[in-house]
């Protein structure tokens, strides 16, 4: 008999090992992948969908010590379906609340284009397909450049990880303050947008103001030939100077909105 017919006996031992431990990297994966599908960075449309499935299985995989099956042992059916809604919820709202951070430089930008006249600079935006301003998608690569400096996909993973001791596996301590927080989150989210772009605003509200009384002891100059291009070219100049201060306005949000994360996702 040659070397390619001996026949190979498999123990049957090893079995439920190997299902059992499938079955722990799929329940690992419920809280990963709903945080990877909700999240702006991690769950960006322009990642294809094989690459996050890989990335959610191998975040999943170092996070399975973190599993015990005995927790969800004689649960009926309903209690599982209701295990696995709660798993979903821990991921999405860790997600929604990082979307709460991009979504604060968008809305600054909006309001920035929107008062300087930069709102017709508009395109659909590949994430969200959706219609928004230029400005608002160089304020969100902004943004995700800091967030990537300041290691924040880091510190998030290290955040989701820190659930399961805050929230542990086959348990719903804390699922209502959970919610409750992403409800809350989006008060600060309006709150930095305003940060953000009221220095913006207010400039550009003095160089309305001057040109509106420039144009009024003038009636001759017209408003908008005269006006439009200086406000456009403003803005610019006003961007080039504050660039600066913008990078440090995103590095306060992000690291707030890490501590807070911190804070109600890492205590127990």
Do not use: C
């Not at 309006?190 to 009024?216: E, H, Q």
């Amino acid at each position: 008999m040659s070397d390619l017919e001996i026949p190979v006996n498999i123990s049957s031992i090893g079995f439920p090992n190997a299902i059992e431990w499938f079955l722990t990297l799929l329940l690992s994966s419920l809280r990963i992948g709903a945080f990877f599908i909700a999240a702006p960075l991690y769950g960006s449309m322009s990642i294809p969908s094989q690459v996050k499935l890989v990335t959610i299985l191998s975040v999943a995989f170092f996070f399975m010590p973190n599993v015990d099956l005995q927790a969800i042992r004689g649960f009926d059916e309903s209690t599982f379906i209701l295990f696995i809604l709660g798993e979903i919820l821990i991921g999405l709202a860790l997600g929604l609340v990082l979307t709460v951070i991009f979504s604060a430089a968008a809305l600054a930008a909006e309001v920035i284009a929107a008062t300087s006249g930069l709102g017709f600079a508009a395109q659909i935006d590949p994430n969200t397909t959706a219609q928004s301003p230029v400005l608002s998608q160089f304020f969100s690569l902004f943004l995700i450049t800091i967030f990537l400096t300041l290691n924040g996909h880091v510190a998030v993973i290290n955040i989701l990880k820190n659930t399961y001791e805050v929230v542990p596996f086959g348990g719903a301590d804390r699922i209502s303050e959970t919610a409750e927080y992403v409800f809350a989150s989006g008060k600060d989210m309006y709150s930095w947008a305003l940060k953000i772009a009221l220095p913006f605003v207010f400039t550009i509200f003095l160089i309305n103001l001057t040109i509106g009384i420039v144009t009024r002891s003038a009636p001759q100059l017209n408003l908008f030939s005269f006006g439009f291009p200086i406000t456009l070219i403003s803005i610019f100049i006003l961007l080039y100077v504050m660039a600066d201060i913008l990078g440090w306005s995103f590095r306060d949000l992000i690291t707030d909105s890490l501590r807070n994360l911190a804070d109600i996702f890492g205590r127990k």
